[in-house]
């Protein structure tokens, strides 16, 4: 359905567009300026997306004063919720002394040590602008390391945007290459349904797979969870091959635990991506991990072995405002129980929310793990009982699958009734949440259900 043909009779439209004109305007705005008038995937919305104003804790207020319980959490950077003070004050100083050295500088060390305080992997630390650099440049690393072409990916797990990781994520399931995608880029992806142990003996007994990477929680941050002990057969598989094992702990990093998705699982990788809490919610991103598969980045090394260095430059690698922010937010996760508080929420969320749903009678799910949680729209009709739901029994596309005017629906009525929702839907709880945010969320979902079935929709 185009952006401009929302159903024109819908109440839940109508009251959303009543509630949000100037953010109506900003996108009459933004269409002639950018496609579909949005910056980033995830904010495309039928009919707009809210435009934000200022945001503080775990709420956020757009251009015509709504106010929000927020669940967006930055697409996961917001542990701490909008404005934390502590990484407030970092940022100030830093920003007046300076926004680029176009040098090296005291914060990216102490930058370094704070993720490696937290994180033991972390032998070798390389910031990159982004998650999507930094998953990057850890398949760079562990070719050169390898001397293998090769990668297993997991359908459904999201690694960024770059070519190597087009396919396979929302669509392109056979592994043909995505638009703009080259075909030979496509054709060196080795894609493996979820949880699929043969699939990953099969690809790895061929001998050429540099890297074997993943989501340790699961696809969207356990939108498609991991099974148990899957983690550990990975390990001990790659270990066996000489595979890179690289997790992506771009959202789970300093979330699921202070050292990430590893420590909770006591698993430790060769690699680790890492973006979003790391830099405190500014742009910024690292590559971590064993020290020796950073040795094709070394000048020396490199030059004592005779092997050519690969290049990295990068213009704001290392940011020292990021690097403020970065290392403020780490230490508060490192000396407070951020994460457990955050961890606690999501259960109460799911609880709560699950309750709602079978007192409005809908067979649908809330469910997740750690601080995240989905909902399960349930495609195909399905009795169940929404607290007792495992999303490990069903196949991973029927999970996955999110009826697309349904879920833009459930979005708006949710920002009619102050709460605004990922796409999935679900969200990212920071540890700023309160237990009242919660309970008023579940009745935000109520609300949201008794108005799409007033409308019809389900």
Request: aromatic share 8%; charged share 20%.
């Amino acid at each position: 359905m185009p952006d401009d043909q929302s159903r024109t009779n819908s109440e839940i439209v109508a009251r959303y567009r009543e509630k949000t004109p100037k953010s109506e305007a900003l996108f009459a705005e933004a269409k002639a300026i950018f496609p579909s008038g949005v910056t980033h995937d995830g904010r495309h919305l039928d009919p707009y997306g809210i435009y934000v104003d200022h945001a503080e804790g775990p709420y956020k207020w757009d251009v015509d004063g709504n106010k929000y319980i927020d669940y967006y959490g930055g697409h996961g950077a917001l542990l701490l919720g909008h404005n934390h003070p502590k990484v407030m004050e970092a940022v100030g100083p830093a920003l007046a002394k300076g926004t680029h050295f176009g040098a090296n500088h005291a914060l990216e060390v102490r930058w370094a040590q704070a993720v490696q305080r937290l994180m033991p992997s972390a032998e070798k630390v390389r910031f990159t602008s982004s998650g999507t650099e930094a998953t990057l440049m850890g398949l760079r690393l562990a070719r050169a390391f390898t001397g293998r072409h090769k990668l297993i990916r997991f359908k459904t797990h999201f690694h960024g945007w770059h070519d190597h990781m087009a396919s396979g994520y929302s669509n392109h399931f056979d592994g043909t290459p995505t638009t703009g995608v080259l075909e030979g880029i496509a054709d060196a992806v080795v894609l493996v349904a979820p949880n699929d142990r043969e699939g990953v003996r099969r690809a790895l007994e061929a001998g050429d797979i540099a890297a074997l990477i993943l989501e340790p929680t699961g696809a969207s941050t356990g939108m498609i969870p991991t099974a148990p002990g899957f983690l550990e057969f990975l390990r001990e598989e790659t270990a066996r091959h000489g595979t890179i094992l690289i997790f992506d702990e771009v959202v789970t990093g300093f979330r699921v635990a202070p050292g990430g998705a590893q420590q909770h699982y006591g698993i430790r990788p060769d690699l680790t991506s890492l973006a979003k809490i790391l830099a405190g919610g500014l742009p910024g991103g690292a590559i971590v991990g064993r020290a020796d598969l950073f040795d094709a980045l070394d000048y020396a090394a490199t030059a004592a072995s005779g092997k050519e260095k690969i290049q990295h430059p990068g213009t704001y690698n290392a940011n020292p405002v990021s690097a403020a922010a970065g290392i403020a937010a780490l230490e508060v996760i490192r000396t407070t129980d951020a994460c457990a508080r955050a961890n606690a929420l999501g259960d109460r969320a799911r609880e709560k929310i699950n309750d709602v749903f079978v007192a409005e009678g809908v067979n649908w799910a809330c469910y997740g793990t750690f601080s995240s949680f989905h909902t399960f729209l349930n495609p195909k009709g399905r009795k169940l009982d929404p607290h007792r739901f495992d999303a490990l029994a069903l196949d991973y596309e029927e999970v996955k699958a999110k009826p697309k005017a349904l879920s833009h629906r459930i979005r708006v009525a949710m920002l009619v009734n102050g709460v605004d929702l990922n796409g999935w839907p679900g969200g990212n709880i920071s540890c700023t949440h309160s237990e009242a945010d919660i309970d008023q969320t579940a009745e935000a979902w109520r609300a949201t259900i008794r108005m799409l079935r007033h409308e019809g929709e389900i």
